[in-house]
């Protein structure tokens, strides 16, 4: 038996086991020569095979953090260590954060790989220097699309690879498995009322059937709705379920999908979680009133007109603020589909005229192959 | 394109085409030379090659039919024709059907195949002829258990390929195409209560939940409540589950499952259909008095104090009585199981003590075998 | 017991049983006064209701076949009864069918409500008396897409409850029921083939699954392999697929899915259906020539190169030609829409610029509202 | 808020807000007064609710490790504090380990409760003291059929509710979420081949298409293989399904049921791990030898003639080793279950004669109706 590693080596080195598009991916992607790219992102572990890629096509790269909480110091240090420049530590205050993404403007990036476009916000999207972009989330597109942009910016969150996969089956697995980690607890013969019916919505009902749960549904949207109902969820409204759900997820990208007022319609025992993108979908505030215990990490009992309720990780996104996110052999879709992306940006996508645009149907479908067939 | 030969035959050729393991078995099927073989079974198309499989052997064969509702004329005429000694005819009225089986147990068997231990039951199970019989039936082994048998019979009811293939997949599949079949109607977003959670009624739950219903179980035992309970059905009792069912399927194995009291409880506009054995797990005579139309064959429909309620096939076993029963494939591990059974009760199986015996796990194991590799 | 009406009525009334959300449309439908609709359609029972709603709310109305092989004399003359001018009869000659149209174009309607866009393709889109349209299927708006028109078009073919309903779910499910009812066999154990993994194929695939089949999926696009893969079904080529392959269905919308020269690649004895809308998604003429035999009414049995293929439906869509279509309940929800869609289009519909759209989604959600709660 | 307990307390104060059959079954226990009960078992935080039971009940209780490697010490210090005599300690070396059953033997219990008969079978079933016993284990069940006994010990190992919750459901869905814990990889795509189909091979099999995989099952018993191909899954061989494998479950109960011949067979980058009893299954022995890295816990990887395998948790039973074993909610049941069976044992049970007897069906169904409706 060789030494061991150390363990961030050893979690890279295994990362890159089961990556196989990503470097099939990045084995083809064009020269960047010249290129500077600007990529602000999830500062995780995940995101280190997408910057080799980058250096490795002889791109001049620098890294923002998307969101400081999650920079993970030996990420940004590795970065820097092979050649990105990344000032970003892990909760960085808002004045530190706001310098360095204003230094990385500054530097004048040809391109943009964005995690929701703070970089184009902040330059109202007229930067010149920059000849294209990528956007990865709904919440940066919103932005984009408010903004008189100066460049073609090229949408990779709606395509189907990513919402086939990632939000379709992806959170609502990641969801139910975190939520026997996080309670120590099963979903057999638990009554679990999944809150929005939408991709996400649908992949949490299927997951909490098959961990054995009895699965209600709530959309106020009728064809959502018949769409449960076409599967077997009874669909109650939300105050008809409320009483009968040991466990409610909320994944309706909307604040406030379950209001204050309801809770005391919940059954006392019940777990409440979200999935969906914003922590306001469950009423975080009311709830926080009233913790009286925090039996375990990211569960937080409260005492709600004398029932209990147990909120999950605080209302932020289950899946990741309580466990790991996409498992690694997952990720590499999306890895291989921002490389992909990139190397298009840089050739053909530059040329496109100024506004939001999806990412061509060609440039997912090498992703997609890579994905299936890396050794083809 | 030849001629196309009469309905009959085409429908034989055609069960032929789908039934490899019957073939299978009957070419390594022992002599039976010498043996006079009395059979009691359904006098269906399905049956025919279980004959065949006899005579080829060299047996000697009278048959007479289980139940003369079941009888078909022109497979009784065509066994007769291939030298079975068959009299009975469709309908025919009890003292014929009587003195059929008196005529045929007069005759002096050596080997007996019931359905049902008809012959057994009336001659006490002391024939002396007879060395040994084969029985399909629960209801024909509750019959042996009473008697003190001068012989021994070998019971392939409770074998686990016959439950685990006929009684936990197949009655529940085709229970719920029969339904489509009969009313016309879809099962999806419909509430089905399945009363009785054992093999059958666990194949109707999955059945009509994949067919799209919301499904609810109700059973007394608490193990069986527990296992759908893991599998996400609620499980009331029946009187709370009533209110809520769009449609009913009893597969209790027991009169009186559904006592007519609960009638009132129903949701208007339900279906109440059975799939267990017997025609009285349903309140069958409390319905048929109310009666107001037939609105479809197999459908009446019944005003039950101003509520409208549906009994299916008159609460005769629904698959069979309102459909078509197995199909031609999967019937095919049943007639192996038939022949494999014949061989060993004609050589081994003789020689067991008198008294009920289960048929040995390697007599199924060669059926199992023959009819998942069928060239082998 | 009252004396039975006849079949036909029977039938009727059973239809009116089940369809609630139709009633409830019809009573909110706006007056008609004045209109003249055309309605080009299948003249199936099904559409009975529609026409009466039409009636009821007092337009005047002339109707068409959308296809003289799928009319019903009964149902044509049901419809003349009730004051529509219908003169089409089962199997029209082209000259007939084509006069009829003519007629009822020249009578000068003022709304169409169209399957298949005949009489707005007929006129060129621009016949003077009318002000808009309803067009049901992919087929029709294809067309109308080429036209110049002069007045607006509602597409409801696409609307998400109709897809999420009948393509998804009702599609596959009546697939794999009529598979059972044509040839009296179960899936058990098969391996079923679906080419063409869009939401009619999701449905086949999922239905023949839990009918108990082994099943793969073949699709080119990388996307759709991917999303069959996240649901654990293999995603051969289709050569590599077909070897393996007892029953295979084609669900592509695509002529000539199934190349006439992947036949010696079909294993011995397999069963090939087409339930996308073109026929020539399988190799018809290829087949056609070596069919040797018909075993059941809807099989034909083929011998290519020494294999037997059996063509189930002559490769019609295997659903409706070997079937009976959408149950009667599940149609409620597609008569319900044509209702709420004919309103609008009298109403806010004939005020939009002309051209085709899609169908605004508040009125899909007024149809699919009264057939979730018909009673609210 | 108040102030945080230590881990530990919140721990059991945890597991005690969701084991209320427990305290319902503890709440009926009869007087235990005068009893000395020796208790063999895991010294798990999840036994402490039964030990408490006991101790209400007025029952002096002694209590040994069933595996020393299972010890928790916190667990035998809070035992030790409440009453119980228990001078185990994780990880006791063998001589210590066995005076300590040495001396509870010696301190002669009138009753036992065991997991894995170890005081039993050193005293060759003839203590004289002891009027009888429970066995919890397999394992134990066929240690004692090989003894004279001279009191009765009741068996509630194979008792439906425990079969049907435990092995049926728990150990394939923790060992579907184990390996996405374990690996951070998920199971979407990968074809997973289940080695044993018996009541846990159906569970793993089930929860790994739920994951998404696409399962194959190799049981050698062809009615096993029958039950599998009903559900749709492919059945090869094991030499014919191993190179398709990604990865591969044994859950035979059998050593050597993937003999080390076969490893060449392998896919490269195969995972293979065991749900089994035994940690014979998988070929450790030879795999330990070509282990070349330890990429992270609980994975091994193992160069076998120049291709890649991971054996996980060094083959032994793979949800328990590397996982965390049952949900607390469902060992509810479990405890629950105990509790009642030592009540029949002290009252009625005591009564029987020598021998090994099931557990009779009223006392599994008292646990099972608590469990179901504690509040009942």
Redesign the interface.
Known sequence: ??P?RDDFA??L???R??TPATRSSAGALPSLQGERLLVVCHLDLKMVPYFEALLSAGAEVRACAANPATTRDEVAKLLGSMGVEVPARKDDPPDRHAAHLLAAVGAGPTLLSEMGADATASTGGRLGTVRGGLEATGTGIARLRSLDLAYPVFDWDSV??KQ??HN???VG??AA?TF??V????L??K?VLVVGYGPVGRGVA??????????EVCDP???A???A???????PTLEAGLPRADVLFTATSRDGAVPAEVLSSCKDGAFLANVGHTTGELPVQELRRR??????PHVERCDVGGKVLYLLAGGAMFNLAAG?GD????FD?VTALMIEATGFLATEGVGYPPGVHPLP?EV??RA??R??EPDA
């Open positions: 038996m060789p061991q050893r979690e080195a295994w990362l086991d089961f189907p690879i086939g996969l379709r089956h992806l697995l990641m498995n026997l980690n309670t120590g607890l099963s057999y013969g009554t299927d997951a909490a059937r098959s961990f054995g749960a009895a699965v949207d009728p064809a709705s018949l769409a109902a076409h599967l077997g969820f009874p669909t913790v009286v215990d925090r039996p375990r790991s498992p690694y052999d997952t879709l149907k997912q479908d997609a192959r994905y299936l």
